[in-house]
């Protein structure tokens, strides 16, 4: 059924008018979302950065003292090993028969029937 005319209205009928709406907050936003994501992943990655620097930055004197306690016990085991070297020199001298009649004499000062103990007298004196 064709719709009623009205007195004074043309014969065409009426468009329905286009009520522009205001954009909701989500459709507004929407052209800036890349624009925020950007920056919140760099405003995350530059804070993750800073705290990586100050990281190394502790890490960097810790790493330069324990380079230094290195080198201590380095050396400390370099002077054991040449005590121990030593000791294990003078404990097979110790304990080797061929020096036994060496050893005793050194450590006890009895000399072989053989030697004679030469004394030193200075003249000037009375």
């Known amino acids: ?4 005319l009205r007195l004074g209205a043309s014969s065409t009928p009426r468009t329905a008018r286009r ?5 909701t907050l989500e ?5 800036y979302t890349p624009l925020i994501e950007v920056s919140a992943r760099l405003a995350v990655n530059g804070l993750l950065s800073i ?12 790493i330069h003292t324990q380079a230094q306690r290195l080198e201590q016990v380095s050396q400390a085991v370099k002077a054991a090993e ?3 070297s030593q000791l294990k020199t003078e404990f ?3 304990f080797d028969p061929a020096q036994a009649g060496r050893l005793m ?3 006890s000062g009895y000399k072989t029937a ?3 103990q030469v004394v030193w007298i200075d003249p000037s004196r009375p």
């Open 1 to 4: 059924m064709p719709a009623p």
């Open 19 to 23: 009520v522009r709406r205001r954009p």
């Open 27 to 31: 459709r507004r936003l929407a052209k």
């Open 51 to 62: 705290a990586a620097l100050g990281a190394l930055g502790q890490l960097v004197p810790y």
């Open 82 to 84: 040449a005590a121990n």
């Open 92 to 94: 097979g001298r110790n």
């Open 105 to 107: 004499q050194e450590y």
């Open 114 to 116: 053989q030697e004679r």
